[in-house]
């Protein structure tokens, strides 16, 4: 079955740190894989994308993620965490079954917590 | 910046009453979506519509469900009759494209939400 991990329910980090979300997922074929951050009483908002090419791609709000083939692995990165970035991270990968249609399968999100 | 929105931003009803949920995608989208967040789990795909019609349905979406865009603005999601289990946000979401190497412009941009609480 098509799915995507997000292992850690909450990332606890103090601002000025790095910071690693973590998402695995499981899909037949190649992967697109993006990354959404929900702030509280707001939608999806799209932060960055793999489709091809470069394994490092970089997205909103100098946020980062690397796609690892061999680990099925697409973590989300920054080098220095802000208190703003303190939201709900998603993971998502479309379905590669899908045909016309971008069905986009989500994680179940990770609450990052940035601490002054 | 273009956005989608969508109204209301909370509806209460009661069970089996019918619903609509409203959308306005951006302007020179082609691609719609509508996804469900029960509170507390993880964000379900629930149907995509493009060229006037579905392009593909989950599980979730039965006969109670259906989608329209009537005047080319609008795109609307109907719950005939509603149930407790129905209570959720439901996320719209459109795109110009679908995902693909040639270009950047594809990914899907979610609306707010509307909280459907059914009682």
């Known amino acids: 079955a098509q799915s995507v991990a997000q292992p850690e329910d909450q990332v606890n980090v103090a601002e000025g740190n790095p910071l690693t979300v973590k998402c695995t997922y499981s899909?037949?074929?190649?992967?697109?894989l993006f990354w959404y951050v929900q702030y509280p009483n707001r939608g999806l908002q799209f932060l960055l994308k793999?489709?091809?090419?470069?394994?490092l791609v970089k997205g909103s709000y100098g946020f980062e993620a690397e796609f690892n083939k061999s680990q099925t692995s697409f973590h989300l990165k920054k080098p220095s965490a802000l208190v703003s970035d303190s939201a709900l991270y998603f993971c998502?990968?479309?379905?590669?079954?899908?045909?016309?249609?971008?069905?986009?399968?989500f994680g179940t999100g990770t609450r990052l917590q940035v601490f002054p | 910046e273009p956005e989608v929105t969508q109204t209301p931003s909370h509806q209460v009803t009661q069970m089996g009453q019918e619903v609509i949920l409203r959308c306005v995608p951006i302007?020179?989208?082609?691609?719609f979506y509508w996804y469900r967040q029960i509170l507390g789990q993880k964000v379900e795909f629930l149907v995509s519509?493009?060229?006037?019609?579905?392009?593909?349905k989950s599980e979730i979406f039965d006969d109670q469900f259906s989608v329209e865009r009537p005047d080319g603005s609008n795109f609307t999601l109907k719950i005939r009759s509603t149930k407790l289990e129905d209570s959720a946000m439901y996320f719209c979401?459109?795109?110009?494209?679908?995902?693909?190497?040639?270009?950047?412009?594809?990914?899907?941009?979610f609306g707010p939400g509307t909280r459907l609480t059914v009682l």
């Open positions: 979401a459109s795109s110009w494209g679908l995902a693909g190497p040639v270009t950047s412009y594809n990914e899907q941009f």
């Open positions: 899909v037949s074929g190649n992967p697109y």
């Open positions: 793999y489709i091809t090419g470069d394994n």
């Open positions: 998502a990968v479309r379905d590669t079954r899908s045909y016309n249609t971008d069905k986009l399968i």
């Open positions: 302007s020179n989208h082609l691609y």
């Open positions: 519509f493009y060229n006037n019609e579905i392009s593909e």
